[in-house]
């Protein structure tokens, strides 16, 4: 199995131990891509809610605006992972949700992403019906909008004034 397969199977698992091995005894890279689909390991880690995974590939280098082949980001899949993994016995919602808290720490333009269908993380989450998550990046849409409007009020209050002097 090569470096790259391993750690997408790993980071699907949440195992810490072997995604350290893997990055430093096998050199895998932590942004490589799948060739299948595009979709690198803090993608899956993202799917199947692995929060421990998640914070070890970024701490390792993961990209979070990583797209896949479908434009999707890892915030992307973890909706998506959000609503299919609910039946699954080893479902925590709050890793999905701590973990969206650790992706928009990282860049708050994941907010922003678009999928191939044109879908923001928000818009995929409304189209789910995925409560939780709407909440919760509703929320987190609202502070960056908030943090722009006031970044745009400082920028033009502090323009430079010009004096024209007449001779």
């Known amino acids: 199995m090569s470096g790259w397969n391993a750690l997408h199977l790993k980071a699907m698992e949440g195992n810490v131990e072997v995604i350290h091995e893997e990055i ?35 701490k390792e280098g993961a990209d979070v605006l990583a797209l896949n082949d479908w434009n999707s980001t890892p915030l992307h899949w973890l909706v ?12 925590m919602p ?3 949700l701590k973990i969206a808290g650790v992706l928009y720490a990282e860049s708050k333009k994941v907010l922003d992403k ?17 409560t939780e998550m709407v909440v919760l990046l509703e929320k987190r849409e609202a502070n960056v909008r908030t943090e722009r ?3 745009a009020e400082k ?5 430079p004034k010009v004096r024209r002097v007449e001779q």
């Open 155 to 159: 920028k033009a209050f502090n323009k």
């Open 94 to 96: 709050d890793d999905y």
């Open 114 to 130: 678009q999928d191939a269908d044109g879908r923001t993380p928000l818009k995929l989450a409304q189209e789910l019906n995925c």
């Open 80 to 91: 998506k992972g959000f609503v299919h993994n609910q039946k699954d016995k080893a479902f």
């Open 24 to 58: 430093y005894k096998k050199g895998t890279i932590v942004r490589q891509k799948t060739e299948l689909t595009g979709m690198t390991p803090l993608h899956k880690a993202c799917q199947y809610g692995h929060a421990r995974a998640v914070e070890e590939l970024i």
């Open 149 to 151: 409007a006031k970044a």
